[in-house]
């Protein structure tokens, strides 16, 4: 089994980073693909991105290409979302997921899910 937590939500300023951790316990992250999804108010989850167990990214939005990144801090079995430049449109609660070694395409396709972090992003 494996345990997710995200931390490290809140509200920051339009066009600011934010980099909220998800930290696990129970298995190694190392071997795990890991997704991010968000769901904004009044709107179906979506994913985001995901990073492979070989650290291959796929990306399922467009509009976070070249803002979004997925880091891995395997000493301390915890992953990274890296946000720059947020929008207000992102406003969401941020999960955090995973699945064995590959990533997948909707969120029926992983199996350990963090709680969720609201990130609020103000003008």
């Known amino acids: 089994q494996v345990q997710l937590v995200e931390l490290g939500g809140g509200l920051v300023q339009l066009g600011a980073p934010l980099s909220p951790p998800c930290p696990a316990s129970?298995?190694?992250?190392?071997?795990?693909?890991i997704g991010w999804f968000r769901q904004a108010p009044g709107k179906e989850r979506e994913v985001v991105l995901c990073?492979?167990?070989?650290?291959?990214?796929?990306y399922f939005t467009d509009p976070v290409k070249g803002r979004f990144t997925i880091s891995r801090d395997n000493a301390k079995n915890t992953v990274y979302l890296q946000m720059n430049s947020l929008k207000t449109e992102e406003t969401a609660v941020y999960s955090c997921?995973?699945?064995?070694?590959?990533?997948?395409?909707?969120?029926?396709?992983?199996?350990?899910w963090g709680q969720g972090t609201q990130v609020t992003v103000s003008s």
């Open positions: 129970g298995r190694s992250l190392a071997s795990y693909a």
């Open positions: 997921a995973a699945r064995w070694m590959r990533c997948g395409e909707g969120e029926a396709e992983y199996d350990y």
């Open positions: 990073i492979s167990s070989s650290d291959g990214y796929t």
